[in-house]
Structure formats: structure tokens, C-alpha cells
């Protein structure tokens, strides 16, 4: 099972963002990793949103079913 830890970090002025996916498997060796700005961004909490669906759609793309996504926000 691979593990996609996902991160958002926001711009308050601007409201910008961005984010980020580490993808890591059992031994916690790095498979894959992307990032991405975000020139439009509500809050922290939907920058790591997008982080959680860049994550899914990563998965996707590898032929993953089975997945664990870590995030620090709540």
C-alpha cells in the first residue's frame, strides 16, 4: 500500500496558494512527488483540499486502489 501525504499552504494576502504530494511506499522510500500553485485560494483549508484531490487523481493515474492520505489540517 502506498502512502500520499498531502500538504496545502496559503498566502492570506493575495489569497494564493499551493500544494503538494509526497507518494511513499511501505519502506518510506519516495515513488513520486508533485507541487503546485494555486494563483486563487479561499483559505489553508482548501489549499489542502486541492492537495487531496491532486492526490486521488495521482492514484489514478499509478493504478491504485488501495491508498493512505495523511494531512495535518482539520
Given at each position: 500500500m502506498?502512502k500520499?501525504?498531502?500538504?496545502g499552504?496559503?498566502v492570506?494576502?493575495?489569497?494564493?496558494?499551493?500544494?503538494?504530494?509526497?507518494?511513499q511506499?511501505n519502506?518510506?522510500e519516495v515513488?513520486?512527488?508533485?507541487?503546485?500553485?494555486l494563483?486563487h485560494?479561499a483559505?489553508?483549508f482548501s489549499?489542502?483540499?486541492?492537495?487531496?484531490?491532486?492526490a486521488?487523481?495521482?492514484a489514478?493515474?499509478?493504478?491504485?486502489?488501495?491508498?493512505?492520505i495523511?494531512?495535518?489540517?482539520l
Open positions: 502506498l500520499f501525504n498531502v500538504y499552504a496559503f492570506e494576502d493575495g489569497m494564493r496558494g499551493a500544494w503538494g504530494v509526497v507518494v511506499d519502506t518510506g515513488v513520486v512527488a508533485r507541487a503546485g500553485r494563483d485560494a483559505d489553508a489549499t489542502e483540499l486541492r492537495a487531496v484531490e491532486q486521488l487523481d495521482l489514478a493515474e499509478l493504478g491504485v486502489v488501495r491508498l493512505t495523511e494531512m495535518d489540517a
